[in-house]
């Protein structure tokens, strides 16, 4: 088996318990993606925006029978999810719990992690896939929108160090959150806080693959929807490459006026830095150098 499948702890997320037959319906309303075809023992990613369009979080949303979903929040805290869904929740019948401290978390991910979840999977039901750990359960599903093999590992039953144990077992390598940055970094996959949040739309911070602009009515259609059709992007999400060392916050420049900012950083080797930046759409072309405290970046890359 290749050494390049990673597992990762995923603590800084939360996990959000939502039932009632009429929660999927309600998500289907309140986010950027198409739910509504969704069945039990299946999943997909969407964005819960605010009403000016800006992204609250990203839920990877889980059906796991018709009146039971596992929502998976990058947010910290349960509680911001948690708090804008029950804001709009009005007459449905349904109900919210923050239930991170019953389960883990973990990312499966890597060039072969496709071939290395063939070997761990003993039985699937749609897209959960299963396996028995030490006399527990957990539970896989593929992260269909993100451009590399992306798994997500929920378990409310298998204790970490059993389940790094079978996993390395078979091949995979035990990271932290370090070598998971980078991996995002390297594949201009957008982070929580960083790359995407309060502070911007789902369009400049790669993640339009999760706008359905085809579905009804949702929180922030009406900004998004704007953007999108009379061209109003502002900004896009850049890869970009550095001899020297680079931080985030660090402002990009060209001829001494602002036209981005770096968001995240990681270090390949002593003479190439990588980072992803949030640069004004006219400045994107590949090639194009910036100046940061002294040094230069060149965009190697731009999310389309």
Not at 12 to 19: D, L, M, N
Not at 24 to 38: A, Q
Not at 39 to 55: E, H, I, M, P, Y
Not at 118 to 144: C, H, Y
Request: glycine letters at 6%.
């Amino acid at each position: 088996m290749s050494d390049s499948t990673y597992i990762c702890s995923r603590n800084e997320t939360s996990i959000v318990g939502h039932y009632g037959y009429e929660a999927l319906d309600l998500l289907e309303r309140l986010t950027t993606n198409n739910l509504k075809n969704l069945k039990v023992n299946q999943a997909a990613r969407t964005l819960f925006t605010s009403d000016k369009g800006r992204v609250i979080d990203s839920l990877f949303v889980i059906v796991n029978s018709e009146d039971n979903l596992t929502l998976i929040s990058e947010a910290p805290q349960a509680s911001t999810i948690i708090n804008e869904i029950d804001r709009y929740t009005i007459i449905e019948e349904t109900s919210l719990q923050d239930i991170s401290k019953l389960n883990s978390h973990y990312t499966i991910y890597g060039e072969n992690a496709d071939h290395f979840i063939e070997n761990v999977v003993q039985n699937n039901d749609g897209d959960i896939l299963k396996a028995k750990i030490s006399g527990g359960l957990i539970k896989i599903i593929k992260d269909q929108s993100k451009n590399v093999p992306w798994y997500e590992v929920i378990s409310d039953s298998v204790n970490e160090r059993d389940l790094y144990s079978y996993t390395v077992s078979l091949g995979c390598q035990t990271v932290d959150a370090l070598h998971l940055n980078a991996f995002c970094v390297d594949n201009l996959i957008p982070t929580y806080d960083r790359e995407f949040g309060p502070h911007t739309n789902p369009l400049e911070s790669g993640l339009g693959n999760l706008v359905d602009f085809d579905k009804g009515c949702y929180l922030g259609q009406e900004v998004i929807s704007r953007i999108f059709n009379y061209g109003k992007l502002q900004r896009k999400l850049v890869l970009l490459e550095s001899e020297g060392s680079v931080n985030v916050s660090d402002k990009l420049t060209v001829d001494g006026k602002q036209v981005g900012i770096v968001t995240s950083v990681t270090a390949k080797s002593k003479n190439l830095h990588r980072a992803l930046g949030l640069v004004k759409v006219k400045y994107c072309n590949i090639g194009n150098i910036f100046h940061v405290e002294g040094e230069y970046l060149r965009v190697v890359q731009s999310m389309d």
